[in-house]
């Protein structure tokens, strides 16, 4: 929290010191998400007055792309200072903080839980935890997804190596995720490596879902469909 509250006023121009040798603008990257999740979502997500929790939104960097896409978006950070900037720059998403343990909403409140690249700065002992909680805040039927980056991928581990804000990252494999967010009421997870083209357009983002099993996109999406238990399956 106190690297991120540091840095949080030049945290666009870390992420592009760390990421200049690929030639991309920071934006390429919020964008090439956006597709990704475009894609990966069901159509039926996209609807005016879905809710999506933006878990560790940081700066808010994705937060304006997902309330273009239709969703009504809420950001929860420990950084205090970088809720400050995100508020700024999406005046019409919501911001509440965080204090990195339980999430400051009520049960079955989200549609969707989104976090992106959150997972690889938070101690191995607190993530589950974390999805536990994020479980919690999903409505039935509701999408847990996870982006992180691929420890597989070299040109990755190179820009993790060059960020400030990542000295102190443990990168998750993308089969750990999928183990990380198994739930007993979400036991399928699905999974798929991307940003394979350093290209915008979705027909680049469904060439990667094709090749998606394998291990060669710079980042990668893991997400699952929580399904409650009834009453009489709890009795079963």
Same mark, same amino acid.
């Given at each position: 929290m106190a690297d991120f509250d540091k840095y949080a006023q030049k945290y666009t121009e870390i992420v592009e010191k760390s990421t200049a040798f690929s030639g991309l603008p920071v934006k390429f990257f919020a964008e090439v998400k956006r597709e990704i999740l475009e894609i990966i979502l069901p159509?039926?997500?996209y609807c005016k007055g879905v809710k999506i929790l933006s878990?560790? &939104?940081?700066?808010?960097?994705?937060?304006?792309?997902l309330h273009e896409m239709g969703y009504e978006v809420h950001g929860i950070d420990t950084s205090v200072e970088s809720l400050r900037i995100a508020s700024k720059i999406n005046p019409l998403c919501h911001y509440i903080h965080f204090d990195g343990t339980r999430i400051p909403y009520p049960d079955g409140y989200f549609d969707i839980v989104l976090a992106v690249c959150v997972y690889h700065h938070v101690p191995e002992k607190l993530r589950k935890p974390l999805v536990i909680e994020s479980y919690r805040v999903l409505s039935d039927r509701g999408i847990n997804a996870v982006i992180e980056h691929n420890p597989f991928n070299i040109f990755t581990r190179y820009a993790v190596s060059r &960020?400030?804000?990542?000295?102190?990252a443990d990168l998750i494999t993308l089969a750990k995720a999928v183990q990380l967010i198994k739930h007993d009421e979400a036991p399928e997870v699905k999974g798929v490596y991307f940003l394979v083209f350093p290209r915008i357009g979705r027909i680049f983002r469904r060439i990667e879902i094709l090749l998606g099993?394998?291990?060669?996109?710079?980042?990668?999406?893991v997400y699952s469909i929580r399904r409650k238990k009834t009453l009489e399956a709890y009795d079963q």
């Open positions: 159509t039926k997500t878990l560790g &939104c940081g700066v808010g960097s994705l937060d304006s792309h &960020c400030e804000l990542d000295r102190h099993a394998l291990p060669i996109g710079a980042q990668y999406i």
